[in-house]
T-cell receptor, first 113, second 113 residues
Framework: SQQGEEDPQALSIQEGENATMNCSYK?????LQWYRQNSGRGLVHLIL?????REKHSGRLRVTLDTSKKSSSLLITASRAADTASYFC?????????????FGKGTHLIIQP | DSGVTQTPKHLITATGQRVTLRCSPR?????VYWYQQSLDQGLQFLIQ???????AKGNILERFSAQQFPDLHSELNLSSLELGDSALYFC????????????FGPGTRLLVL
């Protein structure tokens, strides 16, 4: 089942603008990760934020996590045409035992040149 | 390039048939995960192997099975194929069995006719 829900489903912006995508989830988590997928290809790991972290940066990416609201946001600053892709949030549930990631349905981002 | 390889890239087969998808994890990674991506179900975790042993199961059908070999490569076997099994199948790997970053392969696109 899909735990994460990304919002918006699709986003189209001009090159150079900032893009913000949101993700909500349902259960307690150990960590939340963001992945990028270019048109039916493999997923590229972008960033991981742990449940005890509130904000993390990596280059032009900024991720926030609000565990009280069970939500996360991904901000891409100064967008480029190459950022056009689908972005997924994925969570690892907290608690014992290993399991796979639970993915949201993704936000399709289009950067207009 | 994540370092995870998958073969074949594309597979076209008929209903009722059986196929085997292969995955080689990143050098040094002991965990292998299998995911299915379809238009209606999104990205779903199927199964995890750690160092040759089954570690966790997700939404894997009984018609599907997997194994991990001593050299750590993994195979996903899909049998009695149905039209609805058409999807992208991804393999991912991580260093250990903890909740951490997973690195995804390029996927195998399966089309069942």
């Amino acid at each position: 089942s899909q735990q994460g829900e990304e919002d918006p489903q699709a986003l189209s912006i001009q090159e150079g603008e900032n893009a913000t995508m949101n993700c909500s989830y349902k259960t307690s988590i150990n960590n939340l990760q963001w992945y990028r997928q270019n048109s039916g290809r493999g997923l590229v790991h972008l960033i991981l934020i742990r449940s005890n972290e509130r904000e993390k940066h990596s280059g032009r990416l900024r991720v926030t996590l609000d565990t009280s609201k069970k939500s996360s946001s991904l901000l891409i600053t100064a967008s480029r045409a190459a950022d056009t892709a689908s972005y997924f949030c994925a969570t690892h549930r907290s608690g014992g035992g290993a399991d796979g990631l639970t993915f949201g349905k993704g936000t399709h981002l289009i950067i207009q040149p | 390039d994540s370092g995870v390889t998958q073969t074949p890239k594309h597979l076209i087969t008929a209903t009722g048939q059986r196929v085997t998808l292969r995955c080689s994890p990143r050098s040094g990674d002991l965990s292998v995960y299998w995911y299915q991506q379809s238009l209606d179900q999104g990205l779903q975790f199927l199964i995890q192997y750690y160092n040759g042993e089954e570690r966790a199961k997700g939404n894997i059908l009984e018609r599907f099975s997997a194994q991990q070999f001593p050299d750590l490569h993994s195979e996903l076997n899909l049998s009695s194929l149905e039209l609805g099994d058409s999807a992208l199948y991804f393999c991912a790997s991580s260093v250990s069995r903890n909740k951490e970053t997973q690195y995804f392969g390029p996927g195998t696109r399966l089309l069942v006719l």
